[in-house]
Structures are given as C-alpha cells and as structure tokens.
C-alpha cells in the first residue's frame, strides 16, 4: 500500500471517529440504523475497521473471504464477494461494537 493512500485510511478514520464522538453525544439521536440484510458500502467498511484500528486481514479472517477480495471491496475497484459477503463484513464489524446508519454514518455501541 502506497504512503498516501495509508494516509487516506488514517484521515478517513479520524473523520469517522470524530462522527462517532458527536453519536455518542447524542447529536444523531433518533439517526435510524440500517435494517437488517441492507449492504454496506465499501467505504462505510474501511471507515469502520479503521475506526476500531483493525486490520484488513483481521476483518477478512473474521468475515471468512479474501484479503485481496476486501480490500477490493474497500477500494471500489471490484466487489467479487457478492452480498453474501458484504453481509458477513457487516456482521463481523456489528460483533465489535460498531453500528451502522441509513445516512452512511457509522457509530459505536455504548457498552
């Protein structure tokens, strides 16, 4: 992975905590979270994983596809994982903790 584009997750993570942080303070009270069996798109899911610091290939283990596949996925170069793979992403990133809004933003669960 290029510099800039290591750069690009990292900015796109401080962007998507910064919305958790307004969540969780309740401006996105009454936000409407997606139902289930809606998919995710690939960049609600680098936000996300990068919002809880995980690893593409811990993801990908966690969801049982491909790293490359994911990371295509992530990158909107190609989706070979189909929506039984997008489902099984979103799952995996739900059990962590995370949420995710009909608006496209993405939020952590209280504990």
Not at 33 to 56: F, H, K, P, V, Y
Not at 64 to 80: M, P, Q, Y
Request: hydrophobic fraction near 40%.
């Amino acid at each position: 992975m290029r510099d800039i584009d290591k750069l690009e997750n990292m900015l796109w993570g401080c962007m998507k905590l910064l919305e958790t942080i307004k969540i969780e303070m309740g401006d996105y009270a009454g936000h409407e979270e997606l139902a289930d069996g809606e998919l995710i798109t690939g960049s609600q899911c680098r936000g996300a994983r990068n919002m809880i610091l995980m690893r593409n290939s811990d993801l990908a283990e966690l969801a049982d596809i491909g790293t490359a596949d994911l990371s295509k996925f992530e990158t909107r170069v190609r989706n070979s994982i189909g929506e039984k793979g997008v489902l099984r992403i979103r799952k995996a990133l739900e059990s962590k903790g995370l949420v995710f809004y009909a608006d496209g933003s993405v939020g952590v669960k209280e504990k």
